[in-house]
Every structure is written in structure tokens, then in C-alpha cells.
């Protein structure tokens, strides 16, 4: 039986985050029983796919997933576990860390969460007022070492290059996070999305900081053994986020929920996205209609393509091996010429097994894809 | 019909003095097009002539009106009214016995208006004034009166005063032409005698001729033989313009009117030409046209290299019906396959290009506008050479010369000094100034051909506030201190970006260029020195930082759409760009250089 990946999106928040442009909702805690009653209806609108795959991988996201109580949390949980083939390793819940109690821990660890993601972004807590978050170093700290009582692997997350950030403050928020020794850590660069408030008030960093930032934090990761396995994620070497890894690998998932996005490989491999609009979700599937509102089929050609960008963003990259088993065909035939190119700009390096981005890949991720694809 | 019944007339008029509108209402009110049909620039059928406000392309009109209860036939053609289209205008003229000047009441005459009574004159034509916007509060009638009596020598004792936008005083402009402007002369029964004043392509009836019969008759069945051509054809029909084309029986001597005779090839049907019977006809052809020589040349790319064939084809549809535009083929290192192109003026390129964008949907990469510069070698031959890239090593070169033009500027005298500081600067010789009316002066200078296509008249109207206006005229060549400034991109020379110019300016070209291209070419994965140069020595440096971070989108929660639309704009930008040794240089950067500061 063929894995699949389960997303559920988790539109709730107290207050959007400044640089924020998720689909979430604030103040509208009261629809949260009929959301989870949605998801769950959701899910058995894919009772084929579900039953023809195996879960073995689960991923709350938001929104802040933990905004829901422990009781609406294990409703949804035990939901989904009703309508589907459950066999999770690997179980990821999103929190905020002002919203993460013993309660709400216990609830995780009861319902088989294995894995916690916190964003504390920065350690500063000035900072962390200027861009809208409700939580303190302290508040952190605290929520982290609740949650370590309960969940074995915790992620942390970070931004680098926010408002008035040095290299140095960044750094010693990687120093604190290192200290309290999480199995994984994710590190972004901040993007300033259209539309957002701190997108009109902020223009970012100097460029030369914002990567002297980047490559700093890889160092300074690695050296406390994290090390950098996607772009911007690291792991104590055997648990990165197997879920994640998923769509950067070409893996299954299903996607549940407001702006959930899933990617099936049945006959001809599709991609499609559900609406934004909570209520309009509820209502189609209310309904008994499948809330999507684009799909996009997949030509051979467009598979490899998105290989070829996905797999980029991982440290081991590509395996030439992995891409002929997979679409029947030379890696090094079909991308000759731009092979040369990227290694000539020193995007690239050889690996063993292939090809990897080398640091410049990494910082000109999109240049370096833009060549890659460029005859495709 | 009866020659004295009969008036061929234009209507010539600074640009925005109301051209276009008075033609509207002459056709209103003489019922030629009826209500429905009728819309505002009737006669300025292309988009770009629609949308700009301006005429481009000659039309013409048949209408009839009734005066003291005779019936007359008015026949007009419309003209355009810039300074890149004069040959256009003369050819008009040349089918006309009189012109209505337009003069707006609240600018008075600008520099075109002179330049067009000139050629009016020039072609014996009895000309009307007519003052126009009356209506408007800023309207000086009397003093722009005098103006046209001391400028022009011009009796404006009759002239209807008038709004066409108001329509006030349209029956007495009828009544004036009727009185005023002289019928043709000529015999319906000696051989036929008729002037190609234009030419048109159809799919079906071939090339058509725009005539202005002078002697004779012709219908269809006729053998007629066009002159220059020598060939023969049989008519196949003849008709009039409502504006829109319609058959009639016949044409005869004095009247305005079209001929199809199942010509394949534009080019027969020579705008100039004359036509008569195809046996015992005239000996002796009209005068013709001055043949149209081309001041401004670029070259023409398509911005996607496979795109050159539908470039080489729109081309050669525009030329069908534009005998001034000139186009060979070129080839450029950093361009590839295009075409070297001749225009009447800048607007005539500009209006070229937005042509072709529009009519034929081709993204085109143009090159800094040239003129053509004389050469002559130390083995004392002389090359004509309009774009930079084929001039010959300096060792080589003797000297060279540059076209002159004499220009003429109309300012309120308020602005002297800055127009006098801008001709200065742009190399102008002066040679008089006089008044035409106590705030207004008229300036002569003799320019370089190659500073005007520049940016002086951007700089002109931004200095006088929009109050100056400017008309040339080509006036030869001179011997000038000329250099050809070349353009470095990462060591590399780009072909398309060299121009010639001046030395006293090359320095300051060469800086301002350098930095445009700095701004509009953007970073790369490694740094780009910008180098002006000349004859391989730098004068001027900028550099484009190499690219430290380009990231796209995230790409979390498996939602991927988001970065594959950025990734195929990416692409599509990327077709934009051509590549020039190892840098990426976007389309427009080719034209930027020729932008004002």
C-alpha cells in the first residue's frame, strides 16, 4: 500500500503576526467545532484515496493549531483516525508558544503527537512586539519545557533579517535554541509578502547582512549538530521532518482544511488547492462537494520540472540513480548544457550520487533552478 | 461635372489647432455621412491616429454643398500636420488648387503653421485662414489676425472666425471655400492627365491609386498607362471617397478619385506618378514628388530571435501603403537577425514601431536612432553610413560630416533665453530672431540633425513649459569632429549600443549612458563593469553588483503554485533579455540611451 502524508490546515489565530500572509482568521474562535466537524466530513469525501493508502505521517498546521482546546483537538484527531488507514510515525502539531499548556500537551501526547513545532522567531523580545507576536523569551521557554515533558522530537522555529535584527542578535537566538538542544530547527529568511502590515512599514535588510546572517546560522547549527538538510531546516541527523520531506520529494498528501494543498499520484499525478474562504468550505462540505477550487494535472514534463525544483532545495539533492528510475531517463543528457552553466557560476556541486546546490545555490535558489529549467 | 462646380481642397494646421475636428464638421454639414456613421477624427481611421489625437496617413472625402442654389462638389483631403510627415502634406497639395490654413485663436502660429503655408505657396495653392476656437475665454482673434497679416502677408479681412468644436461659423467656412478658393482648370476632353497623389493595398482589388485627375476621363474598361512604371493595366474600377471607397461611372478632369486596375505590386502604383491613356496619351508626365529621403534610422529586431520571418513580413505590409518607410536587412552580434529602417522623422519611427507592436503583435528590440553621416577616407572616397557599427577605423577616415538642419522655434519671449541655452548646448548656430507679435518670437538656428533626434524636444517643451513649438528642414551637410562612442558589457562590446556623436559630447554621453544601463540591467550572478569607450579608450564606468540572493517563495505546507507561476514569469522575463557575451541585457536597455536626463 502506497504512504500518504496528512495535512490539516488550522485557520485560527488570535491576531495575524505582522509578516504574516497564511490563511488565518482571527476572532473567529466560535466556527472552530463546525471546522473540525468540516475536516473530519472532508476527509471522508476521500474515502477512496484514504483507503487505498497507508498514513503514515501527520501535519497540524496554521493558522495557530493550538488555539484549540484538548477536547476539540482529540475529537479531530480521533476523526481522522476513523476514516483512514492510520499508521502514523510521525505526527507534527503547530503552537504558538502563549497558547501551549500542560493540558493541551498531555492532549497531544494522548492523541500519539510525536512531534511539536514552537515558533519563537527570535529570542529579542522588542522585536518580537514589533512584529506582532503575543509570547516572550520566557513565555518560550516555558512552553518549551512543557512541551518536552510530553512530545519526544521538538522543532523550533526562527526568522532571520527582521526589523532592527543584528547578526549578532540572530546568532544568539540560534545559541539559545541550541542550548536547549531540540532535534530539529527551522531557520527563515523573512519575506516580506505583499500586503502584509510589516511589508508597508519595513523594506528588509541589507542583502549582504540577510546572507552573512544565513551563513553564520548554517555554521553555527551544524556545529551544535543540526545539520542543515532543506534550505532553511536542520536536524539532529535521522529526524527531519519526514512529512515535510514529502513535498520536496515527490511523497503523496492529502490536504484537509481551508487552502490545504495536496498532490495525488493515481493515474496521472494531479495537484489541487481547496478554497480560502472558511465559509465557503464549510458550506461545500456541508454539501458533500469537495472544497477545491484548482487543480492542475500533471504532464511528464511538468513532473520532472518540479523534480528538478523541489529536489534543488534539499542539501543531498539530486540523485541521478533517483530520476532515472523515476521518469526512465538520463539526468546528465537531459540537462547538459545548464549542468555546465551551474557549475561554471558555482551553483552546483558533484556529489557521489549526482548533483547538490552548492552555498551560492542555496542563496540563488531561484537562479540556479531558473538555468536548470531553462530548455525545459 | 462642370469644372467651375468644382473645389479640391486640404486643410492645413499647426497640431491640436483643429484640424481634424473642423474636417468632421464640414462632413457633418454637408450630410456626407450619415448619423450613425458619423464619429469624432472620422478621417483618421487608423487606432494609433484615433488614439493619439493626430492625422498620420493622408485621407480624403467627397461632400457636396449648396451655395446661392448652385450645387458644388467639395472635394478634401486631409493632411497630417507634423513636421516628419511635410512629404506627405506636398503630396497632397499637389491635388489641391487651395488649402484652408487653421489657426487657433488662443496659441496663434506655431512653427508649423509657417512651415505648411510655405509649402502651400510653394505649390501655387489660394489659401483660406480660417481662425479657430473662438469660443474658448484665452482666445486673442485680433492679434492672431495681425499675426497672420505680418507673418504670412495673408488677407484676413474674410476669414471666418469659428469653433469647430462648437460648430459655429461651419456654413460660412463652406461658403468662403466655395468663393474664395479657385476650381480646377483642365479639359474632361483631352487625353487623360491624372496624379498619383497616393496608393493603397487591397486583398481584393489590388493596388489602388489615390488620383487627382488634371485632363481627361477614365472608367472602367480603360487601358491606362502609368508613366514612370511604364506598364500597362486595364481599369477595373474607379469611384470616389465617402470617405469610404465608392464606385462611380467615371472620373473626369478636376475631380478627386480612386483608380483599381488589378495592379499586383504597390510599387507600380508610385505615389508621384502620373497616369494617362494607355494609347495617345500625354507625352510629357506632371512634375511629380521631390523623392523622400530618410533623416532617422534604428534598427528593428524581434525580442524572440524566431520571430524575425513575421517581423520581415509586417514590415513589408506596412511599406505597402508607406512609401517613406525603408527597411533592409541587418545583423547585430548582440541583436542577431533585424532590419536597418529609414523613417521620415523620430514620430514617424515611433509611430512605425507601435505599429508593428500593436497591428502585427511582435515585441521588438530598437536600437538608438542614427542619421546618416558622410565619410570620407584618406583615399578620399566618401561612404554613407547610418549606423554606427559600420564606420570604418578612425586610421581610415579623412574627415566627416554631419547633416544640418535650419530649425525654426515659436516661443513667447519670455522663454528666449532658456531656448536660446538649449540650442546652444545643442551644438545650434544661431542665425535670427524676430518678432511676430509683441510677446511671441520666431528663432532660427542651424542644428545637427543629430541633437534634435536626440532628446531636444523633450527638452524644449519641458524648458518652455510646452509653449515652444518646432519645425526643420533639412538644409545639407558639414564637416564635424565625430566619434563613435562604443559600450563595453563585462569587457565584452555590444554592437547594437554604439553611437556616434560628437566629441565635445562624447564624455558626457558616455557617463549617462553607463549609468542608464546600469539602472536598467539587472543583477547578475557575477559583477558587470559598464565601460563607455572610445577607440578602446574607457571614459566612463559603472558597475551592477553581482547578485547575493535570489530566493523565491516559500514552499511550505505543500503548496507549490505559488513558485512555479513566479519561476514561469521568471521565464517569460527571461525572453526579454538578450544575451550580450555573458550578460543579460533587457530589451529596453537598447532604447534607454537615447532617453532624456
Known sequence: METLGLYVHIPFCRRKCAYCDFVSYPGRDAQMDDYIDAVISEARLYADTLGSHSVDTVFIGGGTPSLLSPKQFERMAEGLKSCCNWNVSEFTVEANPETLDADKAAAYAASGVTRLSLGLQTHDNAILQRIGRRHSWDTFLRAYETAVKHIPDINVDTIFGLPGQTLDEYLETLRRITALKPAHVSSYALKLEEGTPLAGQFSGVDEDLDREMYHAGIELLESAGLLQYETSNFAVPGRECRHNLKYWTGGEYLGLGVAAHSYLRGDLPVRFGNTRDMDEYIRMVKDGRRPVVQQEALTPDDERAEYVMLRMRLKQGIAFADYAARFGRSFEDDFADALRGCEKAGLIERTAQGIAPATKGFDLQNALIGMLLERL | ?597
Open chain 2, 1 to 597: 461635372m462642370d469644372l467651375e462646380r468644382i473645389r479640391n481642397f486640404c486643410i492645413i494646421a499647426h497640431i491640436d489647432h483643429g484640424k481634424s475636428t473642423l474636417a468632421d464638421r464640414l462632413i457633418e454639414a454637408t450630410h456626407t455621412v450619415s448619423e450613425r456613421d458619423m464619429h469624432a477624427q472620422l478621417l483618421d481611421t487608423m487606432e494609433l491616429e484615433q488614439e493619439r489625437g493626430i492625422t498620420i496617413k493622408s485621407q480624403a472625402v467627397r461632400m457636396f454643398h449648396t451655395e446661392n442654389g448652385v450645387e458644388y462638389m467639395l472635394n478634401l483631403i486631409d493632411t497630417p500636420g507634423h513636421v516628419d510627415f511635410t512629404y506627405e502634406v506636398s503630396r497632397s497639395m499637389a491635388a489641391c488648387e487651395g488649402a484652408i490654413l487653421v489657426v487657433d485663436a488662443t496659441q496663434g502660429i506655431e512653427a508649423q503653421t509657417l512651415a505648411n503655408v510655405y509649402l502651400a505657396m510653394d505649390n501655387g495653392l489660394e489659401l483660406l485662414p480660417v481662425i479657430n476656437k473662438i469660443d474658448l475665454p484665452s482666445a486673442r482673434i485680433d492679434e492672431v489676425c495681425k499675426e497672420i497679416e505680418d507673418v504670412l502677408g495673408l488677407d484676413t479681412s474674410y476669414a471666418p472666425r469659428i469653433s469647430a468644436k462648437e460648430g459655429i461659423g461651419i456654413d460660412e467656412v463652406l461658403a468662403a471655400v466655395i468663393k474664395y478658393l479657385p476650381p480646377p482648370k483642365g479639359s474632361p476632353d483631352a487625353p487623360l492627365k491624372a496624379l498619383i497623389f497616393d496608393s493603397f493595398y487591397d486583398n481584393y482589388k489590388g493596388a489602388i491609386s489615390y488620383v487627382r485627375l488634371m485632363d481627361g476621363r477614365v472608367k472602367p474598361g480603360d487601358e491606362i498607362l502609368f508613366m514612370a512604371a511604364g506598364k500597362r493595366f486595364e481599369v477595373t474600377e474607379v469611384g470616389v471617397f465617402l470617405p469610404s471607397l465608392m464606385p462611380t461611372e467615371s472620373l473626369s478632369a478636376g475631380e478627386v478619385g480612386y483608380i483599381a486596375a488589378s495592379v499586383k505590386n504597390v510599387s507600380d502604383t508610385r505615389v508621384g506618378d502620373t497616369i494617362t491613356n494607355g494609347r495617345g496619351g500625354v507625352a510629357e508626365p506632371l512634375p511629380g514628388y521631390k523623392h523622400v529621403t530618410s533623416m532617422v534610422f534604428c534598427g528593428i529586431y524581434p525580442a524572440d530571435g524566431a520571430d524575425y520571418e513575421d517581423l520581415r513580413d509586417a514590415l513589408a505590409k506596412l511599406a505597402l501603403n508607406d512609401a517613406s518607410l525603408l527597411y533592409e536587412p541587418e545583423t547585430s552580434a548582440a541583436l542577431g537577425f533585424g532590419f536597418r529602417c529609414g523613417f521620415l522623422g523620430l514620430l514617424h519611427m515611433e509611430i512605425i514601431q507601435e505599429r508593428l507592436e500593436r497591428e502585427f503583435d511582435l515585441n521588438l528590440v530598437t536600437t538608438a536612432p542614427s542619421v546618416s553621416y558622410h565619410v570620407i577616407t584618406t583615399t578620399g572616397e566618401m561612404l554613407v553610413i547610418d549606423n554606427p557599427t559600420n564606420l570604418p577605423h578612425p586610421s581610415t577616415i579623412d574627415y566627416m560630416e554631419e547633416p544640418i538642419v535650419d530649425a525654426t522655434i515659436m516661443t513667447p519671449d519670455e522663454y528666449v533665453g532658456a531656448v536660446m541655452e538649449i540650442c546652444q548646448d545643442k551644438r545650434g548656430v544661431f542665425k535670427n530672431m524676430e518678432y511676430i507679435e509683441e510677446t511671441r518670437v520666431m528663432i532660427h538656428y542651424e542644428m545637427p540633425l543629430n541633437e534634435i533626434i536626440y532628446d531636444f524636444f523633450d527638452i524644449l517643451k519641458s524648458r518652455t513649459r510646452g509653449y515652444a513649438s518646432l519645425d526643420y528642414e533639412m538644409k545639407g551637410y558639414k564637416r564635424s569632429d565625430l566619434v563613435r562612442l562604443d559600450i563595453l558589457l563585462n569587457g565584452e562590446m555590444c554592437d547594437a549600443l554604439s553611437i556616434i556623436v560628437h566629441k565635445d559630447k562624447a564624455y558626457a554621453r558616455g557617463r549617462s549612458i553607463a549609468e542608464k544601463l546600469k539602472e536598467v540591467i539587472p543583477r547578475q550572478l557575477f559583477e558587470i563593469p559598464i565601460q563607455a569607450a572610445i577607440g578602446g579608450k574607457i571614459i566612463a564606468r559603472e558597475t551592477v553588483k553581482a547578485l547575493r540572493k535570489d530566493v523565491l517563495a516559500k514552499c511550505y505546507g505543500g503548496d507549490i503554485t505559488r513558485k512555479k507561476k513566479l519561476l514561469e514569469k521568471q521565464k517569460e522575463g527571461k525572453k526579454r533579455m538578450r544575451q550580450v557575451g555573458s550578460v543579460e541585457v533587457p530589451s529596453e536597455a537598447f532604447m534607454s540611451v537615447l532617453k532624456m536626463d
